[in-house]
């Protein structure tokens, strides 16, 4: 009579694929990190890592003309200083967080100090990898991310775009802007649609949340309460699309009832351009930028 074994081979090769995604992972937290600018938005990223408790701050360094400003980064455990081309040579990652009209003047300045080795990431709006790539030259590996400013709570939409990337380059990028949100691998001619969707999105869902408050003010409540009830509602009906996986219509459909008060509103809005004023909100704002 054979003997059975109480283990199933069958679960090896699962096990080992978990070991394999966990090492990666570990791989890529344990790389180096330079954000170049440690403004609103380059801190922001910092703090994200930290939080998420898969980078260490060992591993992190940013850079500012005025590192005062950074003093909550240094206690936490962050290096900062004003050298940029010492974060540069001391990273794997360089992440470039400065205004638009100072970028040329900053890859000048790094560009000694880059070498293969180096994934370079800029969040900087409007300028193109094609451009960059012609200041620092070739065999440098180039991403552009454009996040939004919930990345200051963790819930940025970044959308990431390569050149001269390779896989594993990609999700390393990935895996740091996963830290503070949810990403999406887009191509770089949809760089400025993103920043139309997804950063100025952000006012324009503000704006709702705001109209929504005043309409509570006016039907009874008290502006602290209308905007947490508006507010609220919002975020929970992002996590139906989001966890749902729904369209926003099959949503919509289960809180309308046959002549309820739901749909009077809806409607009476759409009579008023609420959809049309929207999409043409965005596309004005496409065309400007």
């Known amino acids: 009579m054979p003997i059975k074994l109480g283990v199933s081979f069958a679960n090896i090769p699962v096990i080992f694929a978990d070991v394999h995604q966990s090492s990666k992972i570990f791989f890529m937290s344990a790389k180096n990190i330079s954000i170049i600018g440690g403004g609103n938005l380059g801190s922001s990223i910092a703090e994200g890592l930290l939080k998420s408790g898969k980078y260490q701050a060992k591993n992190i360094t940013v850079t500012r003309r005025r590192i005062e400003k950074l003093q909550h980064l240094a206690d936490s455990g962050v290096k900062i200083h004003s050298d940029n081309r010492l974060a540069v040579s001391e990273a794997d990652i360089v992440i470039v967080a400065v205004k638009p009209n100072n970028l040329d003047k900053i890859l000048q300045e790094i560009k000694p100090k880059l070498q293969v080795h180096h994934v370079l990431v800029s969040v900087v709006t409007g300028v193109s ?122 949503e919509i459909d289960k809180v309308t009832t046959p002549m309820g008060c739901t749909i009077a509103g809806l409607n009476e809005m759409e009579h008023q351009g609420f959809s049309s004023s929207l999409i043409k909100g965005i596309i004005t704002s496409y065309n400007k930028i």
Not at 198 to 215: D, K, M, P, T, W
Not at 233 to 247: F, M, S, Y
């Open 129 to 250: 990898m094609n451009h960059m790539q012609t200041i620092v030259g070739e065999g440098i590996s180039i991403f552009r991310a454009m996040p939004n400013t919930a990345i200051a709570i963790g819930e940025s939409m970044t959308c990431i775009s390569a050149q001269n990337g390779s896989m594993e380059q990609m999700e390393e990028v990935e895996h740091i802007f996963a830290q503070v949100g949810k990403t999406v691998n887009i191509s770089e001619e949809l760089m400025d649609a993103s920043t139309v969707l997804a950063a100025c999105g952000i006012a324009y869902a503000l704006r709702f949340i705001r109209a929504a408050s005043q309409g509570g003010i006016e039907i009874g409540f008290d502006a602290a309460t209308a905007q947490t009830i508006a507010a609220q509602t919002v975020k929970g009906a992002a996590g139906l699309l989001i966890e749902g996986k729904q369209h926003p219509e099959y």
